[in-house]
């Protein structure tokens, strides 16, 4: 399986009221981490997006165990769970200072051509970047 790990720090303005993360960051802490191993795989948004392909979210699911707060650093753990097709979907683990896992979740982007606006297949560049890496962790 396909996996990255990612460290950021809780910054102030993403922190509410209650001084907790804002629930509507994890949005975004999961496109930090998908992003990341996408990276891995020597892929972009901005190559992606030089080939009229967008990765729209069609698909988010997100359970909270515990808070974190303003400038703790979290790890975000993606992986790819699914062999993609015309969309992939990604397991979020999100772990604070202490290695407690604080949040789980997955998300599901769907390959959409940006000028039709219509669903597409992956791309065999992508697919053949994903075998390749593949082939090289299990080796």
Same mark, same amino acid.
């Given at each position: 399986m396909l996996s990255s790990k990612c460290k950021i720090r809780i910054r102030y303005d993403e922190v509410d009221k209650m001084e907790y993360a804002y629930h509507g960051n994890y949005a975004r802490y999961?496109?930090?981490?998908?992003?990341?191993?996408?990276?891995?795989?020597?892929?972009?948004?901005?190559?992606?997006? &030089?080939?009229?392909?967008?990765? $729209?979210?069609?698909?988010? #699911?997100? &359970?909270?165990?515990k808070p974190v707060f303003y400038d703790e650093t979290i790890t975000i753990l993606t992986s790819l769970i699914e062999? $993609?097709?015309?969309?992939?979907?990604?397991?979020?683990k999100i772990f604070n200072q202490n290695h407690d896992l604080v949040n789980q979740g997955y998300t599901t982007v769907a390959f959409v051509d940006k000028i039709a606006r219509k669903p597409m297949r992956v791309p065999d560049t992508i697919l053949q &970047?994903?075998?390749?890496?593949?082939?090289?962790? #299990?080796?």
């Open positions: 999961y496109h930090i981490g998908r992003t990341e191993l996408l990276r891995k795989l020597d892929i972009s948004d901005q190559q992606l997006e &030089k080939h009229n392909i967008i990765l $729209p979210v069609i698909e988010m #699911n997100s &359970k909270f165990i062999d $993609p097709r015309s969309r992939m979907k990604f397991s979020h &970047k994903l075998e390749l890496f593949m082939n090289l962790i #299990n080796q």
